[in-house]
């Protein structure tokens, strides 16, 4: 969408809602807002060298990688919960498949793991 006035007025309020919300929780420093922690989600996602980052782009050598360098960073969590396991099936490509495959064939107890984070409502 190009501009605001392209989009329905039930969007533009729902965005300003969304916005104002995120602006106001910055200005208050609450830490625990789900607005602050799907932004470190994202923030997490962008950093380079990390698993996160291998998991966003579908690297698999970086992957490979990362979890020969420490083996426990299959179990990290994210700002929401998340574990690398979690972000691999949610992106859902082929390679992303083949990614996750690797974990769970190399590390079996990710399988079961759930979000832990307060934010998920699922």
Known sequence: MGSDQDEPP???SIWSRLILNVR??????QETSEADAVERQTENSRR??????????????SLKRLIAEDP???????AVGECPI???FLYGSEVHLQ??????????HTITQIYNGAVNKN
Do not use: C
């Open 10 to 12: 039930a969007v533009q």
């Open 48 to 61: 380079g060298g990390t698993i996160w980052q291998a998991a966003l782009k579908a690297d698999f050598e």
């Open 72 to 78: 426990k960073i299959v179990d990290s969590r994210g």
């Open 24 to 29: 106001q929780t910055k200005d208050t420093g």
């Open 86 to 88: 979690h972000m691999l």
């Open 99 to 108: 990614m996750a495959r690797y974990i769970i064939t190399n590390f079996p």
